[in-house]
């Protein structure tokens, strides 16, 4: 388990209290409550984030190293798939230290913590991520891969999610004014995320995920560059051992030692 699981496992407990009516105030309640709405949100983003370094290194192979004129304009975008990756790659480890380190630091239960914690995905890293979708876009469609339509779309319904998420968190009152709400104003945003937004966010996430890694598993390239590098003579790297190992060498070459 790393330090990231760890912090939010002090969520987890504070649910439990919480369920279990364990010395929590009425007015701290709606902290806890708030809070257990921000964490997935935090922790999808940075999946989420790393999904979009997996393409970005995707497409930085299948760049094509020439040039378009006598000038020597080169027409290849893998350094700048592979920078954006990079700084994708330093922005999600800035989120799970900065969650991990705010988690450890403070009362959980405390009325400025959900505030704290929902502005850790600010309006920098937003346009980031809306800027890297944009470019991948491009990406997409001058390469004019295969599967560029349906992945396309699929990245759509996951920045759309991601958007929508983030413009209602930020439209919920936090800090004290929270503690103005009623129950039944508190329950109807508590619903809205837990029944709607959060759970089809997260499908989107997943179906993402699933699309992502169906299409590396088939890429002759990649799969070329993991048998020169590794060795490794494995018939079929689609499925079992042979696919745990080849996603655990891009996960190397991507990520790299990325633990926090």
Not at 66 to 78: D, K, P, V, W
Not at 139 to 147: A, I, S
Request: aromatic letters at 10%; a negative charge.
């Amino acid at each position: 388990m790393n330090q990231t699981e760890s912090s939010a496992g002090k969520v987890l407990s504070l649910q439990t209290k919480l369920f279990l009516n364990d010395g929590i105030s009425e007015n701290n309640k709606k902290n806890v409550i708030l809070l257990n709405q921000i964490v997935p949100f935090i922790l999808n983003t940075s999946h989420y984030m790393t999904d979009l370094m997996y393409v970005l290194y995707y497409l930085a192979q299948k760049q094509d190293d020439t040039f378009s004129n006598a000038n020597g304009t080169c027409t290849s975008h893998r350094e700048e798939l592979l920078a954006l990756k990079n700084d994708i790659c330093e922005r999600v480890y800035d989120l799970r230290t900065g969650f991990r380190l705010l988690l450890d630091s403070c009362e959980l239960d405390h009325f400025e913590t959900p505030g704290k914690c929902r502005h850790l995905i600010d309006k920098v890293l937003v346009i980031s991520i809306y800027g890297v979708n944009r470019f991948i876009f491009q990406e997409l469609n001058r390469l004019n891969v295969d599967f560029k339509e349906e992945f396309t779309l699929q990245m759509q319904n996951c920045l759309l999610g991601f958007v929508n998420l983030y413009k209602f968190l930020n439209k919920i009152p936090m800090n004290k004014q929270e503690s103005q709400m009623n129950d039944l104003q508190m329950n109807v945003l508590v619903s809205v995320l837990q029944k709607e937004l959060l759970p089809i966010w997260k499908f989107q996430l997943d179906l993402f995920n699933c699309k992502l890694f169906n299409e590396i598993s088939k890429d002759k390239d990649l799969i070329n560059m993991y048998r020169e590098a590794t060795n490794d003579c494995a018939v079929d790297v689609n499925k079992g051992e042979p696919f745990i190992r080849y996603v655990n060498w891009l996960k190397d070459q991507i990520i790299g030692e990325m633990t926090v």
